[in-house]
């Protein structure tokens, strides 16, 4: 069979005009729609030269589990109602905790495709209905139901797998771990929209003085490498993973404005275009040749490099899946950041992937801090670097010009991977 | 904003060149998985000069409640483990009952824009695993979770409320629609596929030779008006609608093979071209002006239309979405097919949709016979088309020679429409 040789290019260049957000975090009474509502009217604000909503002609939303956590399936077409967009088709994506991006990948391709010119794109998940147990066992139907949650397997159980695996090949250590979660909320202290909008030392602060009020022991940490190994502060939630290694739960919502290049400049001055993308599917984790790192996510990187014609040398920052601190460590390694093993295992530690280090990672604060809204968190990445690559990211703004950046986004434990690459021009 | 105005053109066409279902019914023990996996060799054997999986660049897959009836969220990625793609691209789209065809739009599209120049779409779906009231539930989630499902509507209940005021409009009678079912059965009788391989009348005397084999009283219905008026026999379940009105709970899977229309040829001498193609969302039933037709048919039928460059009058056949006999009853006026009220209402007591009629519609059985496996109906409706317009349909096959037809799929209860054109050149 005589097939054409995948050359992986679009009919059609497409770029980012516009982002807007909910907040992240706990919000009560607060739906996927309302959420959805919030960041649809900050995307709205975000265009700068505007967008008439009646140009958008589609849809694509990201979410996960509104089946269980609203007892509302193909949420989607509702938050489509609630922003004013019907009757344009809206379409429903569930790749876990990459459907936002795999939302935003099929609007670009939508786009390229010629059938629309203006896409709206992004995710929401509502969280916090039901208690953290259940909740985490929601989550868990996003692994495998036949040999992986049925067996028991929930997903801090199966990153835990690869964190023991790592530590037993490489010689990883927890505390290689806990730099992550120090560079990641070191971040995250500047960003007003993060769930966890504060450093593990002003953490303790309010711990200390929550105590002092309290009238209770007041805690004598040292410093954040004692509070981290503290078990009643930072409990063991599955082996090396402690409860600071994990993202939060979230509630939240976020969207971006896509529109075919040859009309972006209608809509900005700066906007930022598609230069690469790529998705990969997985298996069960029992199924791989390796634990300690995520095969598709080496394959999608190679893919989005080819198709942008660059090397991992020449991405500058990256949004990368750090749902748990061993996963920002196999990402910066499979993306080819960083060589796997040691070298990857102490980027954060030396302070190579903090704000101002060689290559910034999660400058947002990642899913750690910001939150890890699971429909949505493929789009917040890209808020990031919509923000960063416009130099409009406030304190938390690299000091590097952001030509070229990276969202990586994961779903379950790598059987969904996500990459854009964004370009800015000028 | 002068922004650019809407073609509706594709940047490359598409083809169809494979198809492939399992069985629909209740299959015990036949998870998603597993089904997915019958369809997809099917499939392989349908591709008339053969195909290499190995080909195949991404599998979109609809599936709406597996979260619930198998405890698996993103079932796409897992079919796709079980049918070799790892690491191919996988996405799971939930439009509720429209679910496989956005499927299969998205894969259009991907193809469209250059990205991929085969993919494989469809859908699956496992719906027994849980007792009828519990399943009703779990499909109740499709509609608004926030005015509708909460307050008790389930899915009868809501297609009901359309019956009654299409009664109430037009003088619809709940005959009318069991002429429908009457139909539908008839053409199901001849699917060995179908869920349902039997006409009314056959229902009847099996029915009769069950009573007799048990030593119970032999029914004396002397025709099938009889049968379907009888309350024991035809229970009701929501006026007007009784059991021989809804469609049946359904375990299937069906994959379409899309390939780019210039390599069509590559696959078959035959393939069947995408002409037109709509999608369009809708609103809760309480937001709508009308309760008697589905506002997003309308739409997405002269979207459909324009793109195709055709009218109603040049679509030969049709696989409409009849989850309901009333769905069937709008949904022809709503494409354009008869003229809304007493014309769409008795279309199939007149014998016009019939096998061989003036428009023959449901050529399968529908999803009233076939049935409807919710994620996967979709594209169970192109497998009809690919079978008739192949001239591969067997006793079920129509007499007109079929250069044109259409498959229409509802979501939910008109929230999703997604419409596609079909063609066979020469």
Known sequence: MANIIKKRKLGRGVAVVGFGMSKFGVLPGQSNRDMFVDAFKELLKSVDKGIDPKDIEANYVGCCGAWNWETQAGVGKWCTDWVGLVPKPSTTIDNACASASVAIRNGILGIASGMYDIVLAGGTEKMTTLPTEATTLVLATGADATWESYAGYTFPGLYATMATAHMHEYGT????????ALKNHANGALNPKAQMNYSIAQWMEMRKQKAAKDG????????????????SANPMV?????????????????????????????????????????QTSGRALHNRDTLTCIPGTQIAAQQAYDMAGVTAQDIKIAEVHDCFTIAEVMA??????????????????????????????????GLKCKGHPVGASGAGMVGEIWHQMRKEAGPRQVKMDVDLAMTHNVGAHGTDVVIHIFERRG
Do not use: Q
Not at 173 to 180: A, G, H, K, N, Q
Not at 216 to 231: A, C, S
């Open 216 to 231: 209770k022991p007041v805690p004598t940490w040292k410093d954040e490498m004692e509070f981290l190994h503290d078990n």
């Open 173 to 180: 250590t927890p505390e290689d771990l806990m730099y992550v």
């Open 238 to 278: 599955a082996y090396p993973l402690r409860l600071f290694d994990c993202c939060p739960i979230t509630d939240g919502a976020a969207v971006v404005l896509l529109v075919a290049e040859e009309i972006a400049k209608n809509f900005t001055d700066h906007p930022l275009y598609i230069r690469g993308m790529s």
């Open 332 to 365: 910066i390694a499979d993306l080819g950041f960083f060589k796997p093993g040691k070298e990857a295992a102490t980027a954060a530690r030396e302070g190579k992937t903090a704000l101002n280090g060689i290559k910034p990672i999660n400058t947002s604060g």
